[in-house]
């Protein structure tokens, strides 16, 4: 997958009140990156940054004002342009590139079971009924650690990270090439996290799949991303390694992500990097 030029400003101005060139807010501002086969890459920033419209730009789910989405399904396929598919095409499209959303709680409809929250993807986009879906809910349940028996009960019945889990297992649904992660963790007690995180992991080297993690936490992306891109103010301000960019970071800004980071042991400095406002 490659992004290039990808632009989003809401409220541009436009008739009487244009006078003057405003632009609107400027959500996400010129960012090109390149997701490869089998690779994890996080894009990490602040609230505001800009990381959750880029990857919902990258989903179609918010339409761009400027730029071109590639996409590339198989080595031997043409690439497409995801910015001008249609709906039958973006639909297929949903089905290589899914979305695992923050919030476990809010993501799933109570008055589904988890058979139809995971089976519902099966049914509209894979075209299974009956036993198969039913199977299906199963292997998926027990790849992300639940008990298939649990299929026919209701969200309230879980914890957060059961939720969560439901999430991924519906994610994974339909077979998907690539997800989106979008602040995946980060309603989660630190111990839970963890075991997402490992989680996913385990299933990225199972099923060769690519992720886009967005945090807020550099750390976590430090763990779990081969490489990082740097959001700030909707402009991608550094991309590279991520262990590379985490120790020896170029741009002031991810420096001064890097010192928000909670060091357990003071007289430990190699990862603070103290910066006047000013100065980003």
Do not use: W
């Given at each position: 997958l490659s992004v290039r030029n990808l632009s989003k400003v809401y409220g541009a101005p436009s008739g009487l009140f244009s006078y003057g060139g405003g632009r609107g807010l400027?959500?996400?501002?010129?960012?090109?990156?390149?997701?490869?086969?089998?690779?994890?890459?996080?894009?990490?920033?602040?609230?505001?940054?800009?990381k959750t419209t880029l990857g919902r730009m990258i989903l179609r789910i918010v339409e761009p004002s400027s730029g071109?989405?590639?996409?590339?399904?198989?080595?031997?396929?043409?690439p497409m342009d995801v910015t001008t598919l249609n709906k039958v095409d973006l639909r297929r499209y949903h089905q290589d590139v899914r979305l695992i959303f923050q919030d476990p709680f809010a993501s799933?409809?109570?008055?589904?079971?988890?058979?139809?929250?995971?089976?519902?993807?099966?049914?509209?986009?894979g075209g299974m009924s009956g036993k198969a879906v039913e199977t299906r809910v199963g292997e998926l349940l027990q790849k992300v650690g639940l008990d298939p028996l649990a299929m026919e009960r209701y969200p309230h019945a879980f914890s957060g990270g059961q939720r969560q889990r439901?999430?991924?297992?519906?994610?994974?649904?339909?077979n998907p090439k690539v997800i989106v992660a979008d602040e995946a963790t980060s309603a989660l007690d630190v111990s839970i996290r963890s075991q997402i995180l490992d989680l996913l992991l385990d299933i990225q080297k199972q099923l060769n799949l690519s992720f886009?993690?967005?945090?807020?936490?550099?750390?976590?992306?430090?763990?779990?991303?081969?490489?990082?891109?740097?959001?700030?103010?909707?402009?991608?301000?550094?991309?590279?390694?991520?262990?590379?960019?985490c120790t020896?970071?170029?741009?002031?800004?991810?420096?001064?992500?890097i010192s928000s980071v909670p060091n357990p042991d003071p007289r430990n400095k190699r990862m603070l990097h103290r910066l006047r406002a000013d100065q980003v």
């Amino acid at each position: 997958l490659s992004v290039r030029n990808l632009s989003k400003v809401y409220g541009a101005p436009s008739g009487l009140f244009s006078y003057g060139g405003g632009r609107g807010l400027v959500a996400v501002d010129d960012a090109a990156l390149d997701l490869f086969a089998g690779e994890n890459l996080g894009i990490v920033g602040e609230s505001g940054s800009g990381k959750t419209t880029l990857g919902r730009m990258i989903l179609r789910i918010v339409e761009p004002s400027s730029g071109r989405i590639a996409y590339r399904g198989c080595p031997d396929a043409a690439p497409m342009d995801v910015t001008t598919l249609n709906k039958v095409d973006l639909r297929r499209y949903h089905q290589d590139v899914r979305l695992i959303f923050q919030d476990p709680f809010a993501s799933l409809n109570p008055r589904m079971t988890v058979k139809q929250i995971i089976g519902d993807p099966l049914v509209i986009a894979g075209g299974m009924s009956g036993k198969a879906v039913e199977t299906r809910v199963g292997e998926l349940l027990q790849k992300v650690g639940l008990d298939p028996l649990a299929m026919e009960r209701y969200p309230h019945a879980f914890s957060g990270g059961q939720r969560q889990r439901i999430g991924i297992a519906r994610a994974l649904a339909v077979n998907p090439k690539v997800i989106v992660a979008d602040e995946a963790t980060s309603a989660l007690d630190v111990s839970i996290r963890s075991q997402i995180l490992d989680l996913l992991l385990d299933i990225q080297k199972q099923l060769n799949l690519s992720f886009i993690f967005i945090s807020h936490d550099i750390s976590v992306v430090r763990y779990f991303c081969d490489r990082v891109a740097v959001m700030h103010k909707g402009k991608i301000v550094e991309i590279g390694d991520a262990e590379t960019i985490c120790t020896t970071p170029s741009h002031p800004y991810t420096k001064r992500l890097i010192s928000s980071v909670p060091n357990p042991d003071p007289r430990n400095k190699r990862m603070l990097h103290r910066l006047r406002a000013d100065q980003v």
